[in-house]
């Protein structure tokens, strides 16, 4: 990435000055500090009221003025981030930062949305495109803005040597790939553990809900299928890097994709719930949601309010999409949570020898579709792409040697499928039924939509396009020769809940098809994320017929751990072997007498997430799975692990119990040598958070000298919880955080402004503004701000009013 690092370098005595500059910094902001504006494009006059935590309430005169200005917003806060989301979604990052991005372009626009706009625009719902097109209109008028110099430049664009571009209604739909992926990846994980010769050895690594037995396709190989076979599905779908170059096609891994997807399902997901009245201090209803999501910095979540005659929404979304996602319009609330469909699928094609631009299609040779693009390059040649497509989807492969080739289907390629879209028209329903016809037409990512409303009702939704497969379980690639094709199911085929007698629901993506549900024959999904999170949400609701909005928040952040109970439960009924260690039998002493709460200070939290993380599947796999296959299984699934240890039967032996025995005490071993690497000999000064560790992280950071990198980069702090606890805090391989709580928002429904939300690190994209970090130490700590609703309420916590009137 040569030319960005000499973009930055030109650029960084003048960010340098500004930093040690103190009180000069608020004039380097790019926040808006001036009470009136004329924009050109909006209608009639607004206002915007932006509270002292940086929301911004929007007061406009017609629904297409309220949307504009929230790309308007949008574009002043966070035009970097949206800039970047645009860039990397439609394949055009090379033509702003260099050759190194160009074949990442190529990728992204594998899996664009190519179909009939008109069906597109349709299936959001009558509001989807009018929408879109106000807030484009939006962003427009501020990015012309900057082009023109009435607006400030953020630094980013400086650093990079880059600008922000024009956007086009379709790019806001067209773009799949910022949506949460499935199972492809484990597909191809699966695969190669089966090639290996044990598929039942998959099960340590991916653990199958409701239980079941994969099958290997008829018709397919497991060992044809390349590791590198979805190096351009991880391309399209990572997250920009801007880190020196690393990723040319010669360079790729795909190890280290494949490894990560194994935990996706326990990393990437969200807790909600809902309350009925019955239920609650108030008698009003109270609805939860706390979205877990990759962190950085920005956020990924925008808080907004948005006004006018005819609506009133506030909540958040992704700050590149109109709308929100999650809140409530003054009548309904609405929250959502991974619902773990499987959406994808690997087809693998046998080529005409005589012409590899045919497969394999039933008793003839099928022609794949070509599409032919340039891909603009900055200081360099234009590069001439082809990109081709079977019936099921984007060419991801090609094996000429052999003549085959690799496509994934996802729903991503089906009309209404771009990621949390969808909300455009259920944020607006009144009710229940309005509720469940916006469901209806809500198709990715596949979502536990949860309800609540005014009149005291609660719900349920399980919102997705799922495909339908007669004839295999979407567990492993399939041949794409016409044997396996998709159907869909209804919404109607799908569960829902409307006021249940328990007077709660909750959903934390784990395995809730109903009983009596047929998931068997209808093979819905498969891999769901472990069941802690909820067992814990459901314990405390269950135990507390008052339920308050403090609770509520507490429960959002409890450090409660209950995979960890079975875990320490297995330590209490085993006798450790005679010849463990003065070290062992002390950190088993240790875990016994804990009481499973992740908590900063905790010793046991730190022996623990060690151990079950690095070191206890690990020495399970090395006892009861193949040697050809262990590296294949990978990490393995803690979840998977306790359960076999639970147990205790054939699977570990002749002498289940003994060698249950000995992998505990080998891989407690293992867990305290590797801590007193990390945190000293002294065991009872161990602290989880000396480990644990939050910190987010800027795109730019990597390139940007160490004074701009304090600046882009918050924290880092010592941090509670764990993928396994409702207060969620997943972790890379060296302890930091990885993803969790994108934001939090517990809501009274009927008494709204009581209703309380937290972002972070902050609203703001401006790493200049006080809004950029000022929400993440409250966030850190389980604390909340109002969300306030009414407009006395917003006027009482405006901090800045911003007066916008039409442009001559």
């Known amino acids: 990435m040569r030319s960005l690092r000499l973009a930055a370098s030109a650029t960084l005595p003048y960010a340098l000055t500004v930093l040690l500059a103190g009180p000069a910094l608020a004039d380097m902001s790019t926040a808006v500090r001036s009470d009136a504006y004329s924009v050109k494009g909006l209608d009639q006059p607004a206002e915007i009221l932006i509270d002292h935590w940086g929301i911004a309430h929007i007061y406009a005169k017609s629904n297409r003025d309220a949307l504009f200005l929230q790309g308007y917003n949008a574009a002043r806060d966070r035009l970097w981030q949206i800039d970047l989301w645009r860039k990397r979604g439609l394949g055009r990052l090379a033509e702003s930062f260099g050759e190194d991005f160009a074949e990442r372009d ?61 956007w086009g209604p379709e790019d806001v739909v067209r773009i799949r790939s910022h949506g949460l992926t499935r199972n492809v990846s484990s597909e191809v994980k699966r695969a190669q553990v089966t090639c290996k010769g044990d598929i039942d050895a998959d099960r340590l690594r991916s653990k199958l809900e409701p239980e079941w037995k994969p099958e290997v396709p008829e018709g397919l190989d497991p060992c044809i299928i390349p590791a590198d076979v979805l190096k351009d599905y991880d391309w399209a779908t990572d997250s920009v890097d801007f880190s020196p170059p690393k990723k040319k096609a010669e360079l790729y891994d795909p190890q280290p994709f494949l490894d990560k997807a194994d935990g996706t399902v326990d990393n990437i997901g969200s807790n909600n719930w809902v309350v009925a009245p019955a239920r609650t201090a108030t008698g009003r209803p109270i609805l939860a949601n706390d979205p877990h999501r990759a962190h950085s910095a920005p956020s990924l979540r925008y808080i907004v309010h948005l006004n006018s005659p005819d609506m009133s929404v506030v909540g958040a979304g992704e700050p590149a999409l109109p709308g929100i996602s999650i809140g409530h319009n003054g009548t309904i609330a609405f929250g959502l949570t991974i619902f773990n469909v499987d959406q994808e699928d690997l087809y ?120 339908a497969r007669k004839n295999w379980d979407g567990l492993l690639p399939i041949p794409g020769d016409g044997r396996y094709e998709w159907g869909f199911l209804k919404r109607d085929d799908l569960p829902s809940v409307y006021n249940p007698a328990e007077g709660w629901f909750a959903t934390a993506n784990q395995m809730n098809l109903p009983e009596g549900y047929p998931a068997k024959e209808r093979k819905v999904g498969f891999e769901w994320a472990d069941p802690s999170r909820y067992q814990r949400i459901a314990q405390v609701l269950s135990a507390n017929d008052k339920v308050t909005l403090a609770d509520s928040m507490k429960l959002q952040n409890d450090d409660v751990n209950l995979l960890a109970e079975r875990a320490v439960k297995l330590l209490k009924a085993v006798e450790l072997p005679a010849d463990a260690s003065a070290e062992v039998k002390q950190a088993a002493e240790m875990l016994r007498n804990w009481n499973a709460s992740n908590d900063i200070d ?128 997943s972790y890379n391989s060296d302890f930091t955080l990885m993803s969790g709580a994108s934001f939090r928002m517990v809501l009274d429904v009927g008494g709204w402004d009581n209703s309380r939300v937290i972002n972070t690190p902050g609203q703001s994209g401006d790493p200049f503004s006080p809004h950029y970090r000022d929400l993440a130490p409250l966030w850190l700590t389980g604390d909340y701000v109002p969300l306030f609703y009414s407009r006395e309420a917003v006027e009482g916590a405006a901090a800045t009013r911003i007066s916008l009137t039409p442009a001559k």
Not at 384 to 398: A, D
Not at 413 to 439: C, I, Q, R, V
Not at 660 to 685: F, H, P, Y
Request: glycine share 6%.
């Open 348 to 467: 693998v094609y046998e080529l005409n020898p005589d012409n590899p631009n045919q497969y394999k299609y039933k008793d003839g040779w099928e022609d794949m579709k070509t599409v032919e693009e340039t891909i603009q390059v900055r200081d360099g040649e234009p590069r001439k792409v082809s990109l081709k497509f079977t019936r099921h989807g984007p060419v991801v492969k090609t094996d000429d040697e052999n003549h085959r080739a690799f496509a994934v289907r996802s729903v991503w390629m089906e009309p209404g499928t771009s990621a949390y879209f969808g909300s455009s028209d259920y944020m607006t329903a009144k009710n229940w039924n309005e509720f469940l016809t916006a469901m209806n037409r809500f198709y990715a990512p596949s979502e536990n939509q949860v309800y609540a409303d005014t009149q005291g009702n609660i719900g349920w939704v399980a919102a997705a396009m799922t495909p």
């Open 106 to 166: 190529r990728a992204a626009r594998l899996f664009l949305f190519r179909g009939d706009m008109d069906k597109e625009w349709a299936a959001y719902g009558p509001n989807a495109k009018s929408f879109a097109q106000a807030f484009v209109a939006g962003v427009n008028a501020y990015v012309s803005e900057v082009l023109a110099g009435s607006k400030p430049l953020p630094i980013e664009f400086s650093l990079s040597g880059s600008k922000p571009e024009i």
């Open 602 to 729: 905790s010793a046991p939290a730190a022996i623990y997430e060690m151990w079950i993380s690095q070191h206890l599947p690990k020495a399970l796999i090395a006892r009861v799975v193949p040697e050809a296959a262990r590296k294949a299984v990978g990490k393995g699934s803690g979840t998977a692990t306790i359960d076999m240890l639970e147990a205790a039967d054939e699977s570990l032996g002749k002498d289940p119990e003994a060698t249950r025995a000995a992998i505990l005490s080998e891989s407690l071993a293992s867990a305290v040598t590797a801590l007193k690497e990390r945190l000293g000999n002294d065991m009872e000064k161990w602290r989880w958070g000396d480990l644990h560790r939050a910190i987010f992280n800027h795109s730019l950071s990597p390139v940007v000298s160490k004074a701009m990198q304090e600046q882009l980069t918050v924290g880092p702090w010592a941090m509670s919880g764990s993928s396994t606890t409702p207060h969620a805090a």
